[in-house]
């Protein structure tokens, strides 16, 4: 699942790749972004309306008939602890990861100061996310639980994103270089170079849930001037 924008509408899109074809999930008046699956698997929940409130769909694109937290906005990314918390980014100067519960529709400030990237730990009752500081950003997981937090390794310069592996390898990006960081390791190494246009600057990367597809967004190199 992935958001695409097509004369000035943003909707969801499902890439069939048995079919190798893509597929427009949601058709609604207002826009939605961040498509994640929710923990049921019957769901996926986006960032939508001009509040930024965050929504479930059913998987045919069916919209929910209000938003999962009335209250808790503008939301810009999210990640599923389980079916009934889930960790958001809130926009505001600064940031703040919250940790929200949708049977009582309140949430806590757990982080603030940080990136764009919140992901789940493979395996691990840990949330991770990117933490900034005045050189950049570090991966940072904490414990829902106890809320003890630890930093595990700075990003590389200038991305704030990354995504994890099922055996706890942590992949992210540097211009058109793929890196990898494991646990032990003392900084990151590189495991592919992409020669493809659409690929010089990565950003984005996912883990497919059986851990053997890497889905990258990419940006084309600005072109030179004359």
Request: net charge neutral.
């Amino acid at each position: 699942y992935y958001t695409s924008q097509r004369d000035g509408q943003t909707d969801i899109y499902r890439y069939d790749l048995k079919a190798g074809a893509a597929v427009q999930v949601t058709r609604t008046p207002e826009n939605e972004y961040s498509p994640t699956i929710m923990p049921d698997g019957k769901h996926f929940s986006v960032i939508r309306d001009s509040l930024q409130h965050l929504w479930a769909f059913g998987l045919d694109g069916t919209p929910a008939p209000r938003p999962l937290l009335d209250s808790i906005l503008p939301v810009g990314y999210h990640t599923w602890l389980n079916a009934d918390t889930v960790f958001v980014f809130v926009l505001g100067t600064p940031a703040t990861l919250q940790r929200a519960e949708l049977a009582h529709g309140t949430a806590t400030v757990v982080a603030r100061d940080i990136g764009r990237a919140l992901l789940r730990v493979p395996g691990q009752r840990e949330v991770s996310y990117a933490q900034h500081d005045s050189l950049g950003f570090w991966v940072r997981v904490i414990d829902p639980v106890t809320g003890q937090g630890k930093s595990l390794v700075r990003l590389p310069r200038e991305n704030e994103f990354f995504t994890w592996m099922l055996d706890g390898t942590i992949l992210s990006a540097s211009g058109n270089r793929l890196l990898r960081w494991r646990r032990g390791d003392t900084d990151w190494s590189e495991i592919a170079r992409f020669s493809e246009p659409g690929l010089q600057q990565i950003t984005r990367l996912a883990i497919s849930p059986s851990g053997d597809r890497l889905a990258l967004v990419g940006s084309e190199p600005a072109p030179k001037a004359p």
